[in-house]
C-alpha cells in the first residue's frame, strides 16, 4: 500500500507541489527494535561510486574547503529522485550505520542503478513474522 501511495505521489512531488502523508500505526523505529529482538539482521542502503549525490556530496565538502562563500548557493542534492529521500539521515550523510531499513531506497529506481538495498527491510512487510520467514529461508 505505501509503494502504490507514493508512486501516486511522486508526480506531485515533481512539480513541486507541497505534500504531507501522516502515517499510523507503524513506527521503523520500533520495528527495526523488534526485528533485532527477533535475530534479523536487517538490511541497509548500498551507493555506488556513480551515485549523482554521492559526487556532487564530495564537491561540497570540497568547496567547504576551499571556497567557502560558493557553499551557500548550491542546493542540497544533485539527483531529484534523491531528493525525496532528503529526510533520510543516513542517505544524507551517506552513512549506512543509520539506515532504519526502512527500504524507500527501493521504492524509487535510481535512474543511474547506484543506490539499492540489501537484505530485509519494511519495504518488503511491515510485519516482522513475514521478515523473519524471509530470513529464514535465507
Known sequence: DNTRLFQSLYPRY?????IMVVAEDVCVVDLGREAREQGIKLGHF???EDCLDLQFARERERLAREEPEKLADLPPFKCRLCGIRLRCQALLTNNPDMCQSCGACSQFPCPTGSLSMTGPHFALSTRVTDLLATETRR
Not at 14 to 18: F, Y
Request: aromatic share 0%.
Open 14 to 18: 515533481l512539480k513541486r507541489e507541497k
Open 46 to 48: 548500498v551507493r555506488k
